[in-house]
T-cell receptor, first 119, second 115 residues
Framework: DAGVIQSPRHEVTEMGQEVTLRCKPI?????LFWYRQTMMRGLELLIY????????DSGMPEDRFSAKMPNASFSTLKIQPSEPRDSAVYFC?????????????????FGAGTRLSVL | AQKITQTQPGMFVQEKEAVTLDCTYD???????LFWYKQPSSGEMIFLIY??????QNATEGRYSLNFQKARKSANLVISASQLGDSAMYFC????????????FGKGTMLLVSP
């Protein structure tokens, strides 16, 4: 089975440009997560969708960041305008969350990440 | 206070030896899950092992086992018979609460396996 697919793998852009990162979750998963990884701050959750609905976007840095999930098989993370401090690796992860049963593992499976460099 | 603490920035081990990577956590919830992920130099995040707070036995997955000490709030990863391919960053993560699925990650431990 295909895992989580992210594109592009690498993105180099200039400050002020719009950047769109894409993610295709594992088929059948109902939850999708966007993370950002930097040396200084480690792995941070940006936003979390459940059944295509944003549940928690408290990690989104500011209005320049937006995320959408128009259907169960596709999500985007957009940065407009981009700034050098946005340079990081952005991960998408998906999971199958079944109800509120806390005994379930709800393992998150990660994509390979997009390495973003804003010059 | 940090939710997940990994005190070892780096660890060295010789091939075929066992190694323990430390993880302590902080939560007031009774129900939580603990995860370990591996991040090799290629960058992807690979799920290794899971331990639920109500699990009575320590989790094992092949050469990976989790030394879960609930009273001490520690969930150390043990890798037996280290291989060169085990060289990577290792992250401990926690999910808290009932059905709430977001993870909080530690800063990670870099493991280097030498021949």
């Amino acid at each position: 089975d295909a895992g989580v697919i992210q594109s592009p793998r690498h993105e180099v852009t200039e400050m002020g440009q719009e950047v769109t990162l894409r993610c295709k979750p594992i088929s059948g998963h109902n939850s999708l997560f966007w993370y950002r990884q930097t040396m200084m701050r480690g792995l941070e959750l940006l936003i979390y969708f459940n059944n295509n609905v944003p549940i928690d976007d408290s990690g989104m840095p500011e209005d320049r960041f937006s995320a959408k999930m128009p259907n169960a098989s596709f999500s985007t993370l957009k940065i407009q305008p981009s700034e050098p401090r946005d340079s990081a690796v952005y991960f998408c992860a998906s999971s199958l969350v079944l109800g509120s049963d806390s005994l379930r593992k709800n393992i998150q499976y990660f994509g390979a990440g997009t390495r973003l460099s804003v010059l | 206070a940090q939710k997940i603490t990994q005190t070892q920035p780096g660890m060295f081990v010789q091939e075929k030896e066992a190694v323990t990577l430390d993880c302590t956590y902080d939560t007031s919830d009774q129900s939580y899950g603990l995860f370990w992920y591996k991040q090799p130099s290629s960058g992807e995040m690979i799920f290794l092992i899971y331990q639920g707070s109500y699990d009575e036995q320590n989790a094992t997955e092949g050469r990976y086992s989790l030394n879960f000490q609930k009273a001490r709030k520690s969930a150390n990863l043990v890798i037996s018979a280290s291989q060169l391919g085990d060289s990577a960053m290792y992250f401990c993560a926690m999910r808290e609460g009932e059905g709430y699925s977001t993870l909080t990650f530690g800063k990670g431990t870099m493991l280097l396996v030498s021949p």
